[in-house]
């Protein structure tokens, strides 16, 4: 257990200095060209900006309703069902009627836990809409738990929209998390100042192509929307193309206006209704809408089939690398409310930071001292091996960049504890098999094997816990398991690997003195 050969002695220390390296990057401006990692701070030690919204769920509920609405006229004329006055009513319901002797059919059709238009929850025994039939009139009720499905799907794609929009800006280490059933928490460290990211996250960016029409009679009906400017044209109903089929969008100069424009680029499907769209429409004016604004009107001069186009208006740079990226992250399904703001000052992060060092230096050194008092010489290898194994620590979370919050702090403090109980339960046993060992070498090579098993259960078992913190916890609970997790590793390292090779050299040269330990 002593014995190390020249391969793992040569490995152990390139591991110890170029991890301990890693960690004092942190701490002194070292050679950036080969390394320019460093541990970002949370939103509690270096400040930052906190922003809660609240998720509008009434159009998503609108639209669900509304295209339940649409697909159960269809499927009811698929099966040769005669209804009439088939509406929405109050934005959630659904009301037709019926001949007087189709009722049971369509009790049938939807109360069949099989139905393909209105879907049952086995675990929550309901379906989507509550079926109610009086003689003739049927109405379907959006169900509690389908409502809830329909806000839980919302909630979860805004997070993914959400969360793409803040990396684009470039924002380190965010934390975006749910908060109830129709919020998300957005915090953001060292970002003072917001109204980017609010003007980027109060967007919809729900982008629609729509050809602009002087026929009132238009088939599928006709709007009014206006420019930025307020004025005001009428467009189709009619959606020619939708963001959906958007790949990528960026900003650019086009070379012959010499204006910033947004070029983008469609996927097989778009590129195919975009041709069609353009090809029998030559001289048609094509609106281009965001967020029912619409930013031009371009005139279609020829059939554009390349699946690729840009978006002309008055752009800055700016404004046009916002735009790109609102559309590349894609169409949050609700507008987000912003309810409630804050900015975190440094000077709090500061004291946290200077509370947390001043309690990790205090345990330090009392433990320092108790090691040197109790242990005498093993206790100064114990004490040099924790500086070790800190510093390993400090190296990997800034190897991953991870996040340190206050409670990581404390993870790192727990830590200390931690690989001083290993050091302690090596040495106790020693001292148990040195009565029966006369020995030196064999008594301390069987105190580490017997203790192995005691120190490996002990830090596994804690390693799981972290592990569930993590997979299960969020914000600050998830700091405090990662540095906890990879105290736990670096203990292990530092225990089995530094402290036992500098015990086996000193031992190895001292083998013949009386009392070692």
Known sequence: MLYFSKLKILSVIVITLLLSYFALSNFFSLDNNFFKKK??????????????????????????????????????????????????????SIKFEINSGESNLIEDIFSDKESEINPYFPKFKTHQFNLNISNTNVLLELSDYGLVLIKGASQEQAIEIVRRRVDEVGTNEPN???RGSDRILVELPGLNNPDRIKSLLGKTANLTFKFVTNNSEESFGTEKLSFEDGTEVIVSKRIVLSGENLIDANPRMDNQSNQTVVSFNLDRVGTKKFARATTNNVGKKLAIILDNKIISAPTIQE???????????????????????????????????????RTVGPDLGQDSINSGILSLIIGFSLVI??????????????????????FLLIGILTLFEATLTLPGIAGIILTVGMAVDANVLIYERIKEEKKGEENQLLAFDSGYTKSRTTILDANITTLIAAAILFILGSGPVKGFSVTLGVGILTTLFSVYFIARLITSIYVSKNKHKEKLI
Do not use: C, H, W
């Open 369 to 390: 001292l108790f090691m040197l008092i109790k242990y005498k010489i093993f206790g100064l290898i114990a004490n040099v091996t924790l500086i070790f194994n800190l």
């Open 39 to 92: 541990i970002n701070l949370g939103l509690d030690l270096q400040g930052g900006s906190y922003l809660l919204l609240e998720i509008d769920n009434e159009p998503v509920v609108i639209q669900q309703v509304q295209n339940k609405f649409f697909e159960i006229k269809k499927y009811l004329k698929n099966k040769n069902i005669q209804f009439k006055n088939i509406e929405i009513i109050d934005n959630k």
């Open 303 to 341: 059939p554009i089939v390349g699946g690729s186009g840009q978006i002309t208006g008055d752009f800055t740079f700016q404004s046009a690398t916002d735009m790109a990226l609102l559309l590349r992250s894609g169409a949050l399904p609700a507008p987000l409310n912003i309810i409630e703001e």
């Open 176 to 178: 975006i998390l749910k």
